[in-house]
């Protein structure tokens, strides 16, 4: 495996690789890699010539310094993952690289960074929205690969690409879970023992939403009932339980199967999300 910490020097060994006809896939990452992140490598190995896995935790989207200052960093242990799945290439730059200045620049995506997510983290897909404009300026791929978890954040990259008229393919791939449910991400190694086994409710949680919603219960009711089940467990917050457009996120006034059930609370001082589409 290629590794690389220079965007020059990573530009130029991608123009090596294009001059040769080589397919580019794209695997952006804040790194702390689980099987989450290792599904989207093999994705894009199966699909391209040559796959990039970028690790950079990217201050830009954290509203929440101790949120930013806490967040897992393991690049040894993320190295040998990568290179168990057959990754080819490395980039993980130093902040200095990505913003060799203070960015002044602010993306808006109108009503979709100021529901759910957006709400509760103002500013956040903007600096989501820097990073990845940059990371495919930098790398130029064929396809760019990203997990279902972060439904939110899928479509404002989906919308960052189809606006600005960037050359590449998003691909999204659907969430890895724990063999209890609980969706994989790096937040997860944040959780002591208790709180790991607290923080399946947010996937029962949706599941108990689907089910009431097929018994024709209510969507206030639905919420009323989740709301009334995370507080039965100490130590645990939800912020939002949502059923919206699998297409753009707007509200759904009733259920159809092109809907998706969105949640996000706390487990102690870890903030955990997730999503369940009702076709699944």
């Known amino acids: 495996m290629e590794i690389f910490t220079e965007i020059t ?12 006809n080589k397919s580019i896939g794209f695997v952006p990452t804040m790194g702390a890699l689980h099987d989450g992140h290792l599904t989207l490598i093999k994705a ?20 929440n310094p101790n949120d930013l200052a806490n967040y897992p960093k393991t690049l040894e242990q993320d190295t040998r993952l990568l290179r168990s799945v057959g990754c080819e290439v490395l980039f993980c730059p130093s902040k200095e690289d990505i913003y060799p200045h203070p960015p002044v620049i602010r993306l808006s ?16 897909f903007s600096g989501v929205a820097q990073v990845v404009a940059k990371l495919l300026h930098i790398v130029e791929p064929d396809h760019a690969y990203f997990g279902q978890k972060d439904f939110q954040q899928l479509k ?6 189809s606006e600005l008229n960037f050359n590449v393919s998003i691909k999204h791939i659907p969430t890895q879970r724990e063999p209890d449910g609980l969706a994989m991400s790096s937040r997860n190694m944040r959780l002591n023992q208790t709180q790991r086994q607290q923080a399946v409710i ?30 039965t467990q100490p ?11 699998v297409a753009n996120l707007t509200s759904k006034p009733r259920v159809t199967a092109d809907a998706v059930l969105l949640i996000a609370g706390y487990v102690g001082e870890v903030r955990l999300i997730d999503n369940l589409l009702l076709t699944e």
């Open 156 to 161: 404002i990259v989906e919308t960052l690409v």
């Open 109 to 124: 995506f109108g009503d979709l960074e100021h529901i759910m997510e957006g709400k509760f983290r103002p500013g956040h």
């Open 44 to 63: 894009s190995k199966q699909q391209n010539d040559l796959t990039v896995c970028s690790i950079f935790v990217n201050p830009t989207q954290f509203n």
């Open 235 to 245: 130590g645990v917050k939800l912020e939002y339980l949502e059923i919206a457009d």
């Open 202 to 231: 947010f996937y029962k949680s949706l599941l108990l939403a689907k089910k009431r919603l097929s018994e024709g219960v209510s969507f206030d009711k639905i919420q009323e009932e989740v709301l009334a089940l995370f507080e």
């Open 9 to 20: 020097a990573l530009r130029a060994f991608l123009s090596s690789q294009k001059t040769s």
